[in-house]
């Protein structure tokens, strides 16, 4: 798996190049330090994942996810950042980056990396937990409205909070193959295009 670290920090970037080169299925193929070399080294490499941080000089990370999806719809950006801000989460959801998570958690990025590489959506902890904020400044959601079932309100729910298909099903009582076609249903439903805009669906319109 390829990887490319974009972070204004150069000791934090080295760190994480460290702890990602430890593990024998990771290879850091391209480090930069703000969101132009972000876009420039994305285009050179096309690599498996991109972790980036959100606030660098010159152009930010969520400017250069912008730019980048734009060109790559299906490019797998992990943000890394100090700042768990509710608009930075949302506004990084809306882009379509595949995953947040906070620096601190230094044991959950390798697994993120891998999480986002086989095409799950990731949110660290710290994330999670400001869902119950964004529900309270959302109105109440009409489920009615979308011809959504009490299942598939319950799947979309864990989607939206970076659940994989099995585990989906584990939590559910289903099988996986029942759980894919849950999900193409409801994108289908909801005229979505993959399990981040179901994400981004989830945490804007549902919290």
Same mark, same amino acid.
């Given at each position: ?88 989460? $949302?506004?990084?959801? !809306? #882009?379509?980056? /595949?995953?947040?998570? &906070? %620096? =601190? ?6 697994? @993120? ?8 959506? $990731?949110?660290?902890? !710290? #994330?999670?937990? /400001?869902?119950?904020? &964004? %529900? =309270? ?6 489920? @009615? ?63």
């Amino acid at each position: 798996m390829r990887v490319i670290i974009v972070d204004d920090d150069q000791i934090v970037a080295m760190s994480l190049k460290t702890i990602l080169e430890a593990d024998s299925e990771i290879e850091v193929c391209g480090c930069g330090n703000d969101g132009e070399d972000a876009v420039s080294l994305y285009k050179e490499i096309i690599p498996d994942v991109l972790l980036m941080d959100i606030q660098m000089k010159k152009m930010s990370g969520l400017d250069a996810a912008k730019e980048i999806i734009s060109e790559y719809p299906d490019a797998r950006i992990l943000l890394l950042t100090t700042f768990s801000d509710d608009e930075y989460i $949302v506004n990084a959801l !809306e #882009i379509g980056v /595949k995953g947040y998570i &906070l %620096k =601190q958690d230094f044991d959950g990025i390798v697994p @993120a990396i891998k999480a986002v590489y086989r095409g799950q959506s $990731v949110f660290g902890g !710290e #994330i999670v937990s /400001k869902i119950p904020v &964004l %529900k =309270q400044s959302k109105s109440e959601f009409d489920a @009615a409205s979308y011809d959504l079932c009490e299942k598939e309100l319950d799947i979309i729910a864990q989607v939206g909070l970076g659940k994989s298909n099995k585990e989906i099903a584990d939590s559910l009582f289903l099988s996986e193959g029942t759980v894919r076609n849950y999900i193409s249903v409801i994108l289908e439903k909801l005229s979505l295009r993959d399990r981040t805009q179901l994400a981004v669906f989830y945490l804007t319109k549902m919290c």
